[in-house]
Every structure is written in structure tokens, then in C-alpha cells.
């Protein structure tokens, strides 16, 4: 059962009028879950408010951006300060080199950074001058890692390990993913053996820092390394993308977590590229990419690689992201992961009180839940899970004022403002929401 939205409704029927499926993103229209797409007219702290006025504990910020909660005064004070002295030059600025040295000073692979304005184009870039600088082609991807929609990264598995990929989008020509191959994730010897097959044409490994886009899955401990090692021996790069972790999980996202104590720079492991979005535009569409400064060096105008936008290192989008990553210190680091074990647990405790198989994985203070009773290691794993179970838990935790991610497949979120009352809600919305699942 859903409650009544009557603006939302409303909206949603003008919005598919006009736009296809009614929204701008496909995860937004509800379609793995059912029921109407809530309108968000505005948003506070922790919470954020639809067109009918209600009232909901974010759990997805913004799929990132919101990690300090929603309107966070710093933010919007420096959005303010921006916009009251124009929107966009064209022209280089102040905001981008003070936002391109705080990246830089907080992740130690990140020598030279380039700003775009999604995680798209990032990824998308990176990709290219992976390629221009080792002058292969071949792309190593992991079958449920999402990196944007890139036409050569919409690729899923062909049959068989190592094979070279299949498009996953029609429109994506098979010419273009025929230069990817999409091994699992978490399997080691399927990347040795696309080397062994591939080696001297591939250009790099893209993977995500801790893989999110199918629910949490988070590598296993060394895989990231034994990636970087494998690449290295075979003259490819890797390109970590962090533009979900990064800046979320630690001051240097997964990087962060994984170097702590040691030197992967000097030890040769680290990723030579890492690309980044979400959380250093803070709300507004920013991207980046950036890494070793002799790969770097090769980017337009100082060398081949082409690359380039019209709004990149825009004042207004790179103020709030400035702001955004200065309000993250180790007090809001730990309140986070607080917070998403806390979140994390009393789900789980939940669904197991009411009868439900289920599984919290975590990488970091990101989470999700899968529905079954076995490890997620990979994306088989993560569709083996009772998704159905999943459509009506979230449509009562929505009734009862949570907003969960509308799809199994999704990390959840949690900010620097979800307080005890927010977790208060959440428990006392949960074992309606358990009961719901159980009896899916
Ligand atoms: N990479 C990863 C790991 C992502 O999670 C996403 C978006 N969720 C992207 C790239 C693409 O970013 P954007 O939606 O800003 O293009």
C-alpha cells in the first residue's frame, strides 16, 4: 500500500508527458519497485520534504553529494557567495585551483587533476587517456561495476571468462565494446587469464575503488593491489573509480582506507588514475579525474589526449564542492560510520526478526542489504538475491517517512545530519517493513 501523493501524481503525469518515463535518471522512476516517483520540493539536514508536503529520513542523499545533509549552511553560504558574482566565465578561476589542491592534498596518487562536470565524463576521459598514453585499446572491466554511461563501459559479459565483451545498452555498437572484456568481480585469476589472453593490448583495468552499483560489494582484502600489480607487470594502468567512495568512505575514499599506514605510491600499487564526482560538487555537477602527473601530462593542451567543457570548473558548482570537502573532518568521518553500522545492524535485525534471509555488507559507511542468506561476492551473487522481497519493504519504510534507494541493487547513504531522531524514525518504521518483506 502506498500512501496518497496527489502533487506527486500529478507532476509524474505531466513529467511523462514530456520526458521519457517522466525523470532524468532511470533509477528515479520507481520502475524496480512500483508506486509513484516522490517529487522532492526541498530539503534540510537529514530530512527532505515532497510536493504534498511530507516529510522523509534521506537515505540516499542525493545518490552521494549530501553528505554533509541537505542545505547545509556552509554550503549554501559559499553557493550564495559564488552566484552573487556570476555564474560562468569560461575563463579560469579561483575556486577550480583551490578545489583541484584540495583533491590533490587528500589523495597521494592524485599528482595533477582535471575537472569535469559528471562521473561520466570522468570515467569517460580516463578511459581515453588510459588509452593515449599505453596506445592499446583494450579495456578490463567487472561484469556489475557501474562507471557512467560510457559507450564502451555499458558492456556486460560475453559467455565465458575473459571473452570480449557484449553491448549492454542498444545504441552502443558492438565495434565498441568489442574492446572490452568484463570479467567478475573479486576473481583474481579471471583478470590474470584476460592478460594472458589480451596482455599486450590492454590499456587498462577499470574497477570501482569498492564496487556499489550492485549493492555493496566490497573487494576482497588485496584485490585492488593484486589489480594494480597485475596491470603494472603487463604495462596497463588502473583506473580506480571513487566517484561513489571517494571523499565518502575516508578523507581519501577507499584509497584512504586501503593505503592507511603504508605507501602504495612508492610500493607501486597505487591506482595511476582515479576518477571522482558526487561528493566534490556537493549538490552541483562536478566530476574529475586525475592521477600520475606524467600520464596526466598528456591531456589537451599540454599534450594529444583531447578533452575538454564548456561549464568545467564552473565558480558556482566547484564553491559547493570546495565547501562540501572542507566540512569533512575525522568528527563527521566517524559519525558516519556510526551511523551506517547503526542503520545497517537494525535493518538487518529486523528482517531477521521477522523470518528474512538477509545479508548487510558494508565497505566503509556504505551499506546495503541483500536479500539472501549467503556473502555477495560478486554480480551472480547479487542476483541471486529475493529481490521481490525488497519492493514491499521499501514502500512501507516510504509510508512511514523513510526514502530508501528504489531499486535491491543500490548502496544507502547516510549524512553527517542523520541524528538520533532520524534513527529513531528509521527504527520505529522497521518492523512493519520487515513483516512486509517477510510476507512478499
Ligand atoms: N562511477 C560510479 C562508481 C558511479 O557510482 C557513478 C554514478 N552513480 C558514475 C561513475 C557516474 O557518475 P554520474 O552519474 O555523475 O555521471
Redesign the pocket.
Known sequence: MTTHSPASAALFARALTVTPGGVN?PVRAFRSVGGTPRFMASGRGAWITDVDGKHYVDLVGS??PMILGHSHPDVIAAVTDAVSRGLSFGTPGEGEVLLAEEIVRRVAPVEQVRLVS??????MSAVRLARGFTKRTKVVKFAG?????VDALLASAGSGVATLALPDSAGVPATTTADVIVVPYNDIAAVELAFSKYGDEIACVIT??AA??MGVVPPLPGFNKMLAEIAHRNGALLIS?????GFRLSRAGMYGLEAAGLDPVAQGWAPDLL?F??VIGGGL?V?AFGGRADVMALLAPEGPVYQAGTLSGNPVATAAGLANLRGLNDTVYAHLNETANTVGRLVSDALYAAGVPNRLQRAGNLFSIFFTAEQVFNYDDAREQESFRYAAFFHSMLDAGIYLPPSAFEAWFVSAAHDDLALQQIADALPAAAAAAASA
Open positions: 535518471s545518490w552521494g559528471s562521473g561520466t565524463e570522468a570515467t561495476c557501474y562507471h557512467g554511461h570501482e575503488a556499489a552499483n573509480d571513487e566517484v561513489m567512495t576518477t564526482g558526487k555537477p566530476g
